[in-house]
């Protein structure tokens, strides 16, 4: 069976991949590995009876894993120099180096080379995008060919053998722990009420009409026998009347004297006509003084709502809060019902500002929809063809970009393939967001590209690894795993530090910011799930966007400062 798998490379490959997404489903309590860690850990088993992949198949995927990221956060990344951002720049960037820093103290005192520290920062920093340019800027080099081959196999050893438990000790630390450090859970979650409480200031001057979205949006049909149709009321009428008892309906269709009428300025409603209303469960379940009892008017409920995903790209929205953009006219008749930023929930609050980039999905009547999605930015929904001339050539610009090398001190030096992909899409996807008439990648695919290039990296890199953890430990030390957690702790405890009591975050702003500077998904969303709320979204997103940058490039530090 070895002979056989060695022989036909492809096969480990994919069992690799898919046993490490069978693995990282697993739960135990509310804990589970992620594909990265498990495909890892599969990978480096398997990898010990001696795989050989060519490593043209984990630079073509990891290129479409740096592609997709730096798409995914553009937006994101270059609005944060903007504003109150700026604070979260800096603190991503001070956070970087303080994860080079507990690295090349560790290396220093314990004598490690190049190659064992290197690994040592990206695999306890938790930051994989860091080993494509790791390895790029080993090749460019001016060193002896065999000691550029030890550097080679030193580096995915040592990040083999502490990405693991760095990646889980994180996800566990920042959920469990940093919020006891911050004063408890309840004064997080009192913290979190707090903002959410700012956030929704004032959703009770919001335009009749507008629904302040955090549960999903019903329609009921009623007979409209109230002594309020004695006289004839038209839609705004009837907004208003319920906005003034504090409830939030819009007005949908109605059946006038057995005729079905969709909504118009011009319509009124009299004794025994039917009417659509819809709004968020909480006020249909209680609306005061309904229009009279439901009925079950089939025909008039077939209306078909739709419910649509809308990338912000109007210039005139980026920056407008949720309560702004709620009082627009082309919102009369439609509600929000999520936020979604770089592919995480946000609070969907009155006071929330609005960014280019922005998932918000809305539900209303289509055309209603189709011409609020207009003002907007794009709707998802209009095609599911991802632009691969955008994708190919956008790929293509950065590893031009990166491959360009300029000599400093006799020295060539180049970003790299893997940084130029970055770059590439950093820039790309913020010019997609405003100019959305070109580059459309559905977030089915950008997951794909996203978590089929990183695990499929991750997985010829465990195989090709696996054979080379033993020799890489021996030279390192097997403390070298236990050293990787300490300096994984060192750096979060640090950060946690540095983010309230120099940079005075709130505690949900100190756990999402932590997170972030770690390039840490699985951290925030154990964070989310521990405390109920996406508060901590808000400043992981930012932070996250600007440490793929940041805390990749710190990893030169660790290998030009480490003798």
């Known amino acids: ?247 939030r309906v819009i007005f949908v269709r109605a059946r006038i004297k057995g005729v079905v009428t969709d909504p118009s300025p011009d319509v009124l409603i009299s004794q025994g006509d039917h009417i659509v209303l819809g709004g968020r469960s909480a006020d249909m379940g209680a609306l005061p003084n309904p229009p009279g009892p439901e009925v079950a008017d089939h025909e008039l409920l077939n209306f078909g709502a739709e419910r649509t995903p809308v990338t912000i790209a109007s210039g005139t929205v980026d920056g407008m809060t949720l309560g702004a953009l709620r009082s627009q006219d082309y919102m009369e008749r439609i509600a929000v019902s999520s936020i979604k930023r770089n592919g995480l929930p946000i609070p969907a609050k009155n006071n929330i500002e609005l960014c280019a980039g922005d998932v918000i999905t809305i539900v209303g009547w289509p055309c209603d929809v189709e011409a609020a999605a207009a003002k907007i930015g794009y709707a998802d929904r209009d095609t599911n063809v991802t632009d691969m001339v955008f994708v190919g050539l956008g790929i293509a610009a950065g590893c031009i970009i990166g491959a360009i090398s300029i000599k400093i001190n006799g020295i060539p030096m180049a970003l790299g393939t893997s940084v130029g992909a970055l770059l590439s899409g950093l820039v790309l996807g913020w010019y997609r967001a405003r100019r959305p008439s070109f580059g459309h990648i559905p977030s089915s695919a950008l997951w794909i590209f996203n978590n089929l290039g990183v695990n499929m990296f991750i997985s010829v890199l465990g195989l090709t690894a696996g054979g080379a953890l033993l020799n890489g430990l021996h030279e390192a030390g097997i403390a070298i795993v236990g050293i990787g957690l300490l300096l994984t702790f060192l750096s979060i405890v640090i950060n946690i530090f540095i983010a309230g009591k120099i940079f005075r975050f709130s505690t949900p702003e100190i756990l999402g910011c932590v997170s972030g500077a770690r390039c840490s998904v699985a951290s925030i969303g154990a964070i989310r799930a521990v405390l109920g709320s996406d508060v901590p979204n808000l400043s992981f997103t930012i932070t996250f966007a600007v440490a793929n940058i940041t805390l990749v490039f710190s990893s030169l530090l660790v290998l030009f400062l480490v003798n």
Not at 213 to 241: K, L
């Open 1 to 247: 069976m070895v002979p056989f798998l060695q022989s036909h490379p492809l096969i480990p490959l994919f069992l690799t991949l898919g046993l490490g997404f069978l693995l990282g489903k697993v739960r135990i309590g509310s804990f589970s590995l992620g594909p990265v860690a498990a495909t890892l850990i599969v990978g480096v088993i398997i990898g010990q009876i001696g795989i050989t992949v060519p490593d043209m198949v984990k630079n073509v995927f990891f290129l479409f894993f740096l592609f997709s990221v730096g798409y995914g956060v553009g937006p994101q990344f270059f609005r944060a120099f903007k504003g109150d951002g700026l604070k979260i720049v800096a603190f991503a960037a001070v956070a970087a180096l303080v994860s080079a820093g507990v690295v090349i103290g560790a290396a220093l005192i314990m004598g490690y080379s190049k190659g064992v520290a290197a690994g040592l920062f990206a695999g306890s920093q938790t930051v994989s995008a860091s080993l494509g340019l790791l390895s790029d800027t080993v090749r460019s080099l001016p060193m002896e060919e065999e000691e550029r081959n030890h550097i080679m196999k030193l580096i995915p050893a040592c990040y083999a053998a502490t990405y693991v438990l760095g990646t889980v000790f994180t996800a566990w630390f920042l959920s469990a722990m940093a919020p006891r450090m911050l004063g408890g859970f309840n004064k997080v979650k009192a913290d979190i009420a707090d903002i959410e409480q700012a956030m929704d200031a004032n959703e009770a001057q919001l335009a009749p009409g507008m629904i302040p979205a955090r549960r999903p949006v019903v329609f009921r049909a009623y007979e409209a026998v109230d002594p309020f149709f004695d006289t004839p009321r038209s839609p705004a009428d009837i907004r208003e009347h319920y906005s003034s008892d504090g409830a």
